[in-house]
């Protein structure tokens, strides 16, 4: 049965590295896993006050929905000094509240990180398991996916120009379509 995926990019840059990383794991994920690209850049910040009132910003309402609707989601991320971008962890956070209706619970996850320098974000892809861990979501253990040396493996066009860079892009769209299916709710 096809699954929904919401791909979250923890960059907000037009000419975005993590997004075309992003678009290459979506071209070659199983046809079973459909991907929904969700912005993060037009969420206000959170504050508890305005769910607290019953009025939150339209936007986090939007998120919410979208994301409520998804069977997975799969995070692209930069590293920001070794932690989690704060667009990034915002969307974490509104999707989190109210306090009993977090949309992440139970929903599966896998969390890849890309850097143009050698450690390939490894600091903010764990800091987004640790989040989604606690969150009650199940992450995908393995396999891990950063991405270090980023810049060299794209071309002009955005695509990735290198085999082998291709191929474990595409073991880890397989394994994750297996974690989805063993994971996602419906
Ligand atoms: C960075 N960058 C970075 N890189 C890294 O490997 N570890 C880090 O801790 C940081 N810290 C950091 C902080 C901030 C505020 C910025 C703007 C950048 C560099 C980062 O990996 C690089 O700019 C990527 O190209 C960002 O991803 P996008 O925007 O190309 O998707």
Known sequence: MTKKVAVLIGSLRKESLTRKYAHAIAAVLPPE???????LGDLPLYNQDLDDAGTPPA???AFRATLGSA?????VTPEYNRSIPGALK???????????KSIWDGRP???VSQSPGAIGGFGANHHVRQ??????SPVQPGPEMYIGGSAKFLA?????????????LTTFGAAFAKWVEANAKR
Do not use: H, K, Y
């Open 33 to 39: 896993l459909q991907c929904e690209f969700v912005e």
């Open 59 to 61: 936007a986090w309402t």
């Open 71 to 75: 069977d997975a989601v799969l995070f």
């Open 90 to 100: 915002n969307g974490i956070d509104v999707g989190s509240r109210p306090w009993g």
């Open 109 to 111: 996850s896998a969390v």
């Open 131 to 136: 989040t989604m861990v606690a969150l009650n």
């Open 156 to 168: 002009d066009d955005g695509t990735v120009n290198n085999d082998q860079t291709r191929e474990l």
